[in-house]
Nanobody
Framework: VQLMESGGGSVQAGGSLRLSCVISGLSNRSSCMAWFRQAPGKEREGLGSIQNDGRTRTADSVKGRGTISRDNAKNILYLQMDNLKPEDTATYYC????????????????????????WGPGTQVTVSS
């Protein structure tokens, strides 16, 4: 399984970005995908996840501003971030979990790094005020 994020960049507060994650080699029907971010000096934070059937769950920190979606035909995961704030500055990662139980917990609103076996290298988002 390989994951590769893109779409990061520098934007002003109030702007939008759509992050993409190209997924290759993932055929596990029990899998789910998630977005995380990590700001300098802070722990990695789960932003939300999407199940294979399209159901999503979004963290409170980005609720109303972050939308997770997936194009199954193209094997691309997306994170649309709107009304960006300086505190959204971070490296954003996509990740894949292969365990049905972990995916169920993720859909319940818990995103634990150790549950996600595969990670992309990350894409940097910088939001200026």
């Amino acid at each position: 399984v390989q994951l590769m994020e893109s779409g990061g960049g520098s934007v002003q507060a109030g702007g939008s970005l759509r992050l993409s994650c190209v997924i290759s080699g993932l055929s596990n029907r029990s899998s789910c995908m998630a977005w995380f971010r990590q700001a300098p000096g802070k722990e990695r934070e789960g932003l939300g996840s999407i199940q294979n059937d399209g159901r999503t769950r979004t963290a409170d920190s980005v609720k109303g501003r972050g939308t997770i979606s997936r194009d199954n035909a193209k094997n691309i995961l997306y994170l649309q971030m709107d009304n960006l704030k300086p505190e959204d500055t971070a490296t954003y990662y996509c990740a894949a979990a292969l365990d049905r139980a972990f995916c169920a917990l993720a859909h319940g609103g818990a995103w634990v790094e150790g549950w996600f076996r595969h990670w992309g290298p990350g894409t940097q988002v910088t939001v200026s005020s």
